[in-house]
């Protein structure tokens, strides 16, 4: 199998501060990984790909200086909220992208932020 | 560009019964197609997934997935429904080289009843 963990699993934070958002193949490397986003009642909805030992690339209308992502080894990328708002609150999930002889993507359990 | 219709919002059956979600899809290419749950407030477990091959797939929990290219359709089905399968359910398609990111539906919800 393929395990892939976020920590931590749920946060709760005050407007302004800054949260990090980890995300870990377990036994896997993966120099592809990929964070969504999710509200409530809602599909989900990708931010970002994270590349390893590159920059992110940001879908259209995230913005890349508030959800800074670090992908800095091949098993771990970081989803860093900065400065927080309580629009920001939310679900986000990455997955990790095993290859093979079927690529297959693999997701965390997800971390749900609550800013206050 | 790819994208992904559940038609149905949310779905309500009775235990025991027979289920069916739909998913229709919107792809270029032969896609890579999946069925995901996901309980309230936990992450997406993969239930099954189709690359090439036989177009029925079997997953995990006795659920099956039919894929129809003629109808660019991926319906989920399970014969008996049980009470611990109410969750939202979310369709999603991928490219064949794997590395891009999923596009998913809006997902259907599933209410189980006695």
């Known amino acids: 199998g393929a395990v892939v963990s976020q920590h931590p699993s749920r946060v709760i934070c005050k407007s302004g501060t800054s949260v990090k958002i980890e995300c870990r193949s377990l036994?896997?490397?993966?120099?592809?990984m990929f964070w969504y986003r999710q509200f409530p009642k809602q599909s989900l909805m990708l931010m970002a790909t994270?590349?390893?030992?590159?920059?992110?690339?940001?879908e259209q209308g995230v913005e890349k200086d508030k959800f800074l992502i670090n992908h800095a080894s091949l098993t771990l990328s970081t989803l860093t909220v900065t400065s927080a708002h309580p629009e920001d609150s939310s679900f986000y999930i990455c997955?990790?992208?095993?290859?093979?002889?079927?690529?297959?993507?693999?997701f965390g359990p997800g971390t749900r932020l609550t800013v206050l | 560009a790819q994208s992904v219709t559940q038609p149905d919002i949310h779905i309500t059956v009775s235990e025991g019964a027979s289920l069916e979600l739909r998913c229709n899809y919107s792809?270029?290419?032969?896609?890579?197609l999946f069925w995901y749950v996901q309980s309230p407030g936990q992450g997406l477990q993969l239930l099954l997934k189709y690359f090439s091959g036989d177009t029925l797939v079997q997953g995990i929990k006795g659920f099956e997935a039919e894929f129809k290219r003629s109808q660019s359709s991926f319906n989920l089905r399970k014969p008996s429904v049980h009470w611990s399968d109410a969750a939202e359910y979310f369709c999603?398609?991928?490219?064949?080289?794997?590395?891009?990111?999923?596009?998913f539906g809006k997902g259907t919800r599933l209410s189980v009843i006695a």
């Open positions: 994270s590349n390893e030992g590159s920059k992110a690339t940001y």
């Open positions: 997955s990790a992208l095993k290859r093979g002889s079927a690529d297959t993507q693999y």
């Open positions: 792809y270029g290419a032969t896609p890579y």
């Open positions: 999603a398609v991928g490219s064949p080289s794997g590395n891009t990111p999923l596009v």
């Open positions: 036994d896997f490397q993966a120099t592809t």
